[in-house]
């Protein structure tokens, strides 16, 4: 079977149309954070841990390699002022800390099994251990 026919035909916009213009003002600004703040080093690997259930800062920081305490402390704090991560303390000895997402964090599901999918078709990975080149 032709690959081409299973496809789904596009009609190319002229980049300089006002329709075009006015499609990309539209959601420019938004997709643009939106990818920045998903896309920023570790912190889609952290988010995809965490929609897997993962709630610990040790689990966390052992389940992604690479990941330095410093550089998860971050991310998850950026991810808690972007409202997709709720830090919880819980008052026992000793204190117990979790991370869990929001109901706007668990909203990138999708997206992120999207891009898992996607990476797994197109990616090629010498060893399925190997890290991202940086």
């Known amino acids: 079977m ?18 075009c213009h006015a499609a990309m003002e539209a959601f420019c ?3 643009h954070f939106a990818v920045e703040l998903v896309g920023k080093r570790w912190s ?10 993962i709630v610990r800062f040790s689990d966390l920081a052992a389940i ?3 990941l330095s305490d410093r ?10 002022a972007a409202g997709l991560v709720v830090r919880e303390v819980y ?13 706007k964090g668990r909203a990138l599901e999708p997206a992120i099994e999207a891009l898992a999918g996607w990476a ?6 010498d060893e399925p251990d190997a890290a991202p080149v940086s």
Request: aromatic share 4%; hydrophobic share 35%; proline share 8%.
């Open 29 to 31: 600004g938004r997709f």
């Open 44 to 53: 889609g690997a952290i988010l995809r841990a965490m929609l897997a259930g």
């Open 71 to 80: 550089l998860l402390s971050e991310r998850l704090r950026e991810l808690e």
């Open 64 to 66: 992604v390699p690479g």
């Open 91 to 103: 008052p026992e000895t000793p204190v117990r800390i979790e991370y869990h997402l929001t109901e």
């Open 120 to 125: 797994e078709t197109w990616i090629p990975l």
């Open 2 to 19: 032709d690959t081409m026919s299973t496809r789904t035909q596009t009609t190319a916009v002229d980049p300089a149309s006002e329709e």
